[in-house]
C-alpha cells in the first residue's frame, strides 16, 4: 500500500473490470458485441459474447487483426471500440457504427481515439502511427488515407487515461448511475 485510500493494482483492476462491464452494455445496445481479450481469462463471466485472444505484436497490429477477423466473418463493418470510456454516449457509438466511409475514427480528447470502425481495410492503414501519443487520431486519419480508404469522423469524447481523469469521469453527466458497475 501507498498510504492512499483506494488506490493501487487492486483499484485499477477493479475499475478494469467495471469499465469493460460498462463498455460492453453500452455497445451491445448498438451491435453485437465480441470480447477481446489478450488471453484465455474466466474474467466477466456474466458477459455473454463470444471471446477471442487478440493477434498480433503492437496495438496497431491487434486492431487491424480483430478488424480483419470480424470483416471475414461476414459482417458488413467491423470495430473495435476501448474499454476507457465508460461514459460514452449511445449516440457516438451509434455514428461511429452507422458511417459510410472505409473508416470512422471516435477521437479523443488526447489526441488519441475511442473507437474505429471498418467497412475496408488495408495492411498499410496504421503505418507509422504513434500509438498512445496526442498525434495517433490524426496520423491514423493521414495513414488510412495514404492507404486509399476515406475517413470519417465520429464525435469527440474524453477518456480515461490517467487518475485525474476520474475526476471528471466521476462528474459526467452521461454516466450511466443505474447501469454502472463500478
Known amino acids: 500500500r501507498h498510504g492512499r485510500r483506494g488506490g493501487g493494482a487492486e483499484a485499477a483492476a477493479r475499475l478494469h473490470t467495471a ?12 451491435a453485437p458485441v465480441e470480447l477481446h ?4 481469462t474466466d474474467a466477466w463471466p456474466e458477459l455473454a ?5 487478440q493477434t498480433g505484436g503492437g ?6 487483426a480483430a478488424l480483419r477477423d ?20 449511445l449516440g457516438h457509438i ?3 457504427l452507422n458511417s459510410e466511409s472505409d473508416v470512422c475514427l471516435g477521437p479523443a480528447e488526447d489526441g488519441g481515439f475511442w473507437g474505429i470502425c471498418c ?7 496504421f503505418d507509422g502511427v504513434p500509438w498512445s501519443s496526442g498525434q495517433t487520431l490524426e ?9 486509399g480508404l476515406t475517413v470519417s469522423l465520429a464525435p469527440r469524447w474524453a477518456d480515461v487515461d490517467e487518475p485525474e481523469d476520474l475526476v471528471r469521469l466521476a462528474a459526467s453527466q452521461s454516466l450511466d448511475r443505474a447501469g454502472a458497475t463500478a
Open 19 to 30: 469499465f469493460v462491464r460498462d463498455a460492453a452494455a453500452r455497445v451491445a445496445a448498438c
Open 37 to 40: 481479450v489478450d488471453r484465455e
Open 49 to 53: 459474447c463470444p471471446r477471442r485472444v
Open 59 to 64: 496495438l496497431g497490429e491487434r486492431i487491424l
Open 70 to 89: 470480424g470483416l471475414a466473418r461476414g459482417y458488413d463493418r467491423a470495430a473495435v471500440i476501448g474499454t476507457d470510456a465508460p461514459d460514452l454516449p
Open 94 to 96: 451509434a455514428e461511429l
Open 119 to 125: 467497412g475496408r481495410i488495408v495492411d498499410t492503414m
Open 139 to 147: 496520423r491514423t486519419q493521414e495513414a488510412c488515407e495514404r492507404a
